[in-house]
């Protein structure tokens, strides 16, 4: 079987989750400094991406980032080119720890209209997705948000993915599409629910080949995803975390048994730069368990 075959039947089948390590330049600040990793430690840019990428080797190196409970992980990509012992990070992430890796594509969102906000242009998409593909990389995430329920503006986001999903479908790899429903929204439920019959909607248009993966944000109403995780087309619908603690999406997951996570500050929930190398293990090990438990309740 073809590391691509393994990989897909790793993303069908697999038990675990797919940890989202692909902090970008708006969301490192925040992540670092849960960390324990004060805008005053770095003083550029480069330097602030060179703190984020030693977290992320340091997860991906502790004992329980395996496939065992991870199967997959979303990167960012300046970590395309970063190396952990003498590989890539794709490359370390398959060949050491059996981790499907991804790529984030998107370059941050428009200004809200119609109460969603729209990925922005992707310029050099179809270069970066040849040399991502190139070096191993199975599939990408990109990241949009529906702030409210407004069947006009949940109709254009869906559009919006579907758009690039097709880009990245015609460079022979596999698009996550992740219209995030914002957590806080006082219509929260009604917007999931427009948006499950919008993505259904387009799924019902993908041709045979054309397949996808669905990252959500954990509903309302308990298996709300549920057909579309059994469409042919969908190969996997993971949730995330969206501002959750740990323990709430955890504990949402478990009500949503065709949903896996993907979750990113709640995998990271407690890792402090300071800590020992034992401490830190095991903190992050707690943080996989729960995950993993809750992802294949």
Known sequence: MTDVATMRAQMETGSGF???????????????????????????EDEMFAEIQRMRARIILSPDFTSAKVIGAILFEKTLHEKIDGQSVPAYLWNKRGVVPFLKIDKGLQDQADDVQ?????????EMLAEAKSMGVYGTKER???????????????????????????????????????????TKAEAEAMLAAALMRHV??????????????LPDQPGLYDALADHPRVVRVVALSGGYSTDDASARLAQNHKMIASFSRALTEGLQRDMSDEGFNAALGGNIDKIYRASVA
């Open 18 to 44: 797919i940890a989202a390590l692909d902090q970008s330049g708006g969301s490192t600040p925040k992540a670092l400094a849960l960390y324990g990793v004060d805008a005053n430690d770095y003083g550029s």
């Open 118 to 126: 729209l990925l922005k242009p992707i310029p050099g998409l179809a």
């Open 144 to 186: 949009s948000v529906v702030h409210g329920a407004n069947a006009t503006g949940i109709e254009a986001i869906v559009a919006n993915q579907f758009e690039v999903a097709h880009e990245v479908l015609a460079a022979g790899m596999v698009p996550i599409i992740e219209p995030e429903v914002n957590i806080h929204s006082e």
């Open 204 to 217: 019902e248009g993908l041709a045979e080949g054309q397949d996808v993966m669905l990252k959500l944000t």
